[in-house]
Nanobody, 128 residues
Framework: QVQLVESGGGSLQAGGSLRLSCAAS????????MGWFRQAPGKEREVVAT???????GYADSVKGRFTISKDDAKNTLYLQMDNLGPDDTAMYYC??????????????????????WGQGTQVTVSS
């Protein structure tokens, strides 16, 4: 069965950096579109970044230039490097397996409809 396990969340001050990891198993990791989503209290879950099987990435405008998505196919692990964090980045961050293989939908079209499996999430809290 598909399993996605996030780690690396925590609490930090604005301007700091954090790297999230997602350990994947139960599917051919290298062939799937993968992504990171986040959900703040009272808000809907939103896409943060996606990466396709070739390493091409897409980012939400709110994180572009600050976050970097990457993956290590040999380790079946997805990463999200987050730099210059601010209070608006406070959320539960979720790793997601896309339903698409090889490529990802356009970032603005990426939502739950294109997600096959979710991780349980890791909390990121940024104080001002």
């Amino acid at each position: 069965q598909v399993q996605l396990v996030e780690s690396g969340g925590g609490s930090l001050q604005a301007g700091g950096s954090l790297r999230l990891s997602c350990a994947a198993s139960g599917f051919t990791f290298s062939t799937y579109c993968m992504g990171w989503f986040r959900q703040a209290p009272g808000k809907e879950r939103e896409v943060v970044a996606t990466i396709n099987t070739f390493g091409a990435s897409g980012y939400a405008d709110s994180v572009k230039g600050r976050f970097t998505i990457s993956k290590d196919d040999a380790k079946n692990t997805l990463y999200l490097q987050m730099d210059n964090l601010g209070p608006d980045d406070t959320a539960m961050y979720y790793c997601a397996q896309g339903t698409w293989r090889w490529s990802c939908p356009p970032i603005n079209d990426m939502g739950a409809v294109n997600v096959g499996r979710w991780g349980q999430g890791t909390q990121v809290t940024v104080s001002s």
